[in-house]
């Protein structure tokens, strides 16, 4: 190639070079829960209810169905000539940000708030996408690397602050997993700055962590117009010219915007060598070796838009729903006796809403079924399903503004007043909550400025309270809600989170409510009682925030989820593994009911010797069991030495005491998990230098704060 064209192959968007045989090639597509914003594609539930179903196995299956259909739509453009964006085959997901402040409109889009969860689901929806034959099926990229959550509004010119210990033990772990485990092809930039350096020219990330400490092998591409922020919003260059200087220094490898063009005069002036450029090229074009765009034995060329958004991968993307369900309470309603009910209604303004099942960066499903279309079909024949919308999302109006304040409230209250149960559908959709620019709520950006319920929302859910029948809450959308007491009122029957339930959404709950499955997700987020006492936004040193560090009891902990059976966990066994620090775990799990689950065991590791460790402790090893009624399995478990090691102040991993303790069951060990599930885990102390194992029985939980 010449200067010239190697200078206009480092955009997103690089032409053909017809005489070498290389065709044009648009790097940007999306495929965070399904094919986005290309058409016709099966929607998953969102990544944070997948992070929810604690289920890595499965998610890697979801992966697989993206790759094909993402394969699909390449295939089927490139024959009829079509090589736009949102058609080739390198995919700018998964987003492995931590969740680490409920406000972030973003956090949607993500694994949760803890790091090896977030490690965990990340891998597996990696090795999804790429395969493992001799050419990657997509070519995924793990985004937005590094320390990147918010807020929304000022994260172009934002400067995070953060510690080398908190940045190595919190913010870097899933991308260290997605390079060393998962082989990952590209990794995106973010658009703030970190320490003061924009983390598109961050030499130090790019260049010492990912490259030489990491050994990533793959491309490194810039977050949409991040380097025109470099200059722009930073103002740490002066100019385009010398941005494109600092990246291409700093290891970047792509630009999405259209800053790469001044790379020609940087050329000219000397400031850049015609080496450093093609240099910078390179791991690019292998991308597309790996993919086979140049080879004539891809097995992956042959498949076929007919298997774009088929019943098979609906049939998926209602199981993941299922898994991805939190019951939080349940007062007994819970599965629905359909024999004890003449009537349901269901309210809400999210109860017959598209969007209220896609989050953000969707495709289209070809059917897709509503909250309010999954009861009446589930119920047709059964018992009568009425509806009334009740409230806005946002506003103080149901339908016009013309109206008094709450005017679709009387209707609401009447129907629920003429049926036994009510079904209330609340939350957010993607126009309250999510990325800057696409989200409607221009003031907060996409974040969210509060923990309540929008709107009326929670005025019309105390009036349904109060109207006497049960109340089944579902809550719709990518966090938590504080729902300031009503959680605790005698009518509220049952809670569930449903996050976005994807394209088959309305089917799935329906399916849960009526017991065909059990739920069985368990929260990835904190849900807090309330905003006051956070943080600062934008603080980045955890502080009170995240179960790892929070010091007060909160609505619903990490980890926390039901079933519709009693499941119990037993004296666990373990075994060290000689010097290495490494150890085994069995869980003995029994259902005690009569329905059967899915349960998550999980182990939790608290270090006594160290003061480097989390205030409170970590999660370590965590596995998904099914049981039948009056099942008993033998959950096992691994443990790493990793897991045994601290980071110091300079973010490198030592071995800093000998003295830990384990908790094995279905949560952590914390008292509010213990008071809402009736249950506290097994501790076990585990004393490296003497190589003892001391198993205790379950007692009072350790307590991570006080109560509100």
């Known amino acids: 190639m010449s200067a010239h064209e190697c200078v206009e192959q480092l955009n997103y968007d690089a032409p053909g070079i017809e005489r070498l045989g290389i065709p044009p090639y648009n790097y940007w597509n999306e495929g965070l829960h399904g094919v986005a914003r290309a058409g016709t594609a099966t929607v998953f539930p969102q990544a944070i209810g997948m992070a929810a179903s604690f289920d890595p196995d499965l998610l890697h299956s979801v992966a697989e169905v993206i790759a094909t259909e993402g394969r699909a739509k390449y295939n089927s453009s490139v024959q009829l000539g079509d090589r736009d964006i ?266 017959d809403s598209r969007s209220a099942l896609l989050g953000n960066y969707f495709g289209t499903p070809t059917h897709s079924t509503t909250i309010l279309q999954g009861m009446e079909s589930a119920l047709k024949g059964i018992m009568p399903v009425r509806y009334a919308q009740g409230c806005s999302l946002t506003g103080n109006h149901a339908r016009s503004e013309l109206a008094h304040e709450d005017e679709g409230e009387s209707e609401a209250l009447a129907m629920a007043a003429a049926s036994d149960l009510v ?154 593994s000689g010097g290495s620090r490494r150890i085994s775990v069995g869980v003995p799990i029994r259902n005690e009911g009569d329905c059967p689950v899915s349960e998550v065991v999980q182990i939790y590791l608290a270090h006594h010797e160290s003061g480097l460790s989390v205030p409170n402790w970590n999660l370590v090893a965590f596995t998904r069991v099914d049981l039948s009624p009056d099942e008993q399995v033998v959950a096992d478990l691994e443990i790493g030495p990793e897991a045994f090691m601290e980071f110091d102040s300079q973010g490198k991993m030592v071995v800093d005491g000998d003295f830990f303790t384990l908790y094995a069951g279905i949560s952590q060990p914390d008292a509010r998990s213990v008071e809402l599930l009736g249950q506290a885990p097994w501790p076990v102390e585990v004393n490296f230098a003497t190589g003892g194992v001391r198993i205790l029985k379950p007692g009072p939980a350790a307590v991570a704060g006080k109560t509100e």
Not at 242 to 255: D, H, Q, W
Request: proline share 5%; with cysteine.
């Open 86 to 351: 949102y058609k080739g085959l390198t995919y700018w997901s998964p987003n492995l940000n931590i969740y680490r402040d409920p406000r972030w409109g973003r956090g949607q889009e993500t694994y949760g708030e803890d790091p090896y969860l977030t490690s965990r689901m990340g891998v597996a929806f990696i090795r999804g996408l790429q395969g493992e034959g001799k050419y990657l099926k997509l070519a995924a990229a793990a985004k937005h690397f590094a320390v990147h959550s918010g807020p929304e509004a000022i994260r172009h010119g934002f400067d995070a602050r953060i510690s080398l210990q908190e940045l190595y033990r919190t913010y870097l772990p899933a991308f260290k997993a997605a390079v060393k485990e998962a082989d990952v092809e590209s990794v995106m930039t973010a658009y703030n700055s970190l320490n003061g350096v924009p983390c598109s020219v961050n030499a130090e990330l790019i260049n010492h962590i990912l490259r030489q400490e990491w050994g990533f092998q793959g491309h490194v591409v810039t977050d949409a117009w991040a380097l025109e922020d470099v200059y722009g919003d930073h103002t740490y260059a002066s100019d385009a010219q010398e941005t494109m200087v600092l990246a291409i220094r700093a290891g970047v490898n792509l630009c999405t915007g259209r800053c790469s063009g001044a790379t020609a005069d940087a050329l000219a002036a000397g400031q850049l060598g015609e080496e450093e450029v093609r240099e910078a090229l390179e791991p690019v074009f292998r991308t597309r070796v790996r993919l086979g765009m140049f080879a004539d034995d891809c097995p992956y060329d042959s498949i076929g838009i007919d298997q774009c958004d088929t019943e098979d991968h609906r049939d998926l993307s209602m199981h993941m729903a299922q898994e991805t369900f939190v019951l939080l309470h349940n007062s007994g309603i819970l599965p629905l006796d359909t024999n004890a009910y003449g009537s349901v209604c269901v309210v809400g303004p999210l109860a």
């Open 423 to 576: 079904v209330a559908v609340m939350g957010m959709d993607s126009s309250i909550e999510g990325e800057q620019g696409d989200a409607g709520n221009s003031m907060g950006a996409g974040d969210r400025g509060q923990l309540g319920l929008p709107g009326r929302q929670e005025h019309l859910l105390r009036a349904l309270l109060d109207v006497g029948k049960p109340v089944v809450l579902l809550l719709v959308g990518g966090g938590g809600f504080a729902l300031h007491g009503l959680e605790d009122h005698a009518n509220m029957a049952a809670i569930m989170q449903i996050w976005y339930p994807g394209g088959q959404g309305g089917r799935a709950v329906a399916g849960v409510l009526l017991g065909e499955t059990s739920p069985s997700g368990k929260l990835p987020i904190t849900v807090y009682r309330t905003h006051a006492g956070l943080p600062s936004f934008q603080e980045y040193e955890l502080g009170n925030r995240t179960y790892r560090f929070l010091d007060r009891l909160p609505l619903y902990p990490f980890g926390y989820g039901l079933t519709y059976s009693q499941t119990k966990v037993d004296r666990p066994s373990v075994v060290l």
